[in-house]
T-cell receptor, first 116, second 117 residues
Framework: KAGVTQTPRYLIKTRGQQVTLSCSPI?????VSWYQQTPGQGLQFLFE???????NKGNFPGRFSGRQFSNSRSEMNVSTLELGDSALYLC???????????????FGEGSRLTVL | AQTVTQSQPEMSVQEAETVTLSCTYD???????LFWYKQPPSRQMILVIR??????QNATENRFSVNFQKAAKSFSLKISDSQLGDAAMYFC??????????????FGTGTRLQVTL
């Protein structure tokens, strides 16, 4: 079974640009969540999507947005990039939000964004 | 709000020895999940072990086991017979079951584990 796939793996942008990151969850997983990982702030929750609906959002400015498609693939977008947006962006998928599953998230390898 | 604290930024263990990584958390929920994730230099976060709060029995996965103390809100990870491949950053994480907490993991700051010969 293929794991969580994130593209691109690495990208370099300049301040003011925008970026779109893509995540394909494990087949059958309907929940996709995104995390930002930086040396200073650690791992921080960005948002979570389930059946194309955003179910939860972390404490990030509106420049950070996302969406989920009917096939459960998800994209996140960051507009008007700032130097502080340089980070590893991790996507994770799970079977469901609550209840019947084990609660486990399966992570992709991440997209390393560098903002110059 | 839920918080997860890992007080050991770095730990070192000799190969074949045992090491314990500490984690404490704070929550007002009565049921939740706790996890230990491993992130090697290759970056991919890998689940090491999982504990459901309603289960009193400590989880065990081969050389990895936890000491779950619900009343003390403590969740430590013991690695036995340490191997070079265990070298990584280890994150303790919390996931609730209620709206607002069920859809995200709250991570600790991580403990970098070095394994020496």
């Amino acid at each position: 079974k293929a794991g969580v796939t994130q593209t691109p793996r690495y990208l370099i942008k300049t301040r003011g640009q925008q970026v779109t990151l893509s995540c394909s969850p494990i087949s059958g997983h309907r929940s996709v969540s995104w995390y930002q990982q930086t040396p200073g702030q650690g791992l921080q929750f960005l948002f979570e999507y389930f059946s194309e609906t955003q179910r939860n959002k972390g404490n990030f400015p509106g420049r950070f947005s996302g969406r989920q498609f009917s096939n459960s693939r998800s994209e996140m977008n960051v507009s008007t990039l700032e130097l502080g947006d340089s980070a590893l962006y991790l996507c994770a998928s799970s079977l469901a939000i609550t209840g019947v599953n084990t609660g486990e998230l399966f992570f992709g390898e991440g997209s390393r964004l560098t903002v110059l | 709000a839920q918080t997860v604290t890992q007080s050991q930024p770095e730990m070192s263990v000799q190969e074949a020895e045992t090491v314990t990584l500490s984690c404490t958390y704070d929550t007002s929920e009565s049921d939740y999940y706790l996890f230990w994730y491993k992130q090697p230099p290759s970056r991919q976060m890998i689940l090491v072990i999982r504990q459901e709060a309603y289960k009193q029995q400590n989880a065990t996965e081969n050389r990895f086991s936890v000491n779950f103390q619900k009343a003390a809100k403590s969740f430590s990870l013991k690695i036995s017979d340490s191997q070079l491949g265990d070298a990584a950053m280890y994150f303790c994480a919390y996931r609730g079951i209620n709206t607002g907490t069920a859809s995200k993991l709250t991570f600790g700051t991580g403990t970098r584990l070095q394994v020496t010969l």
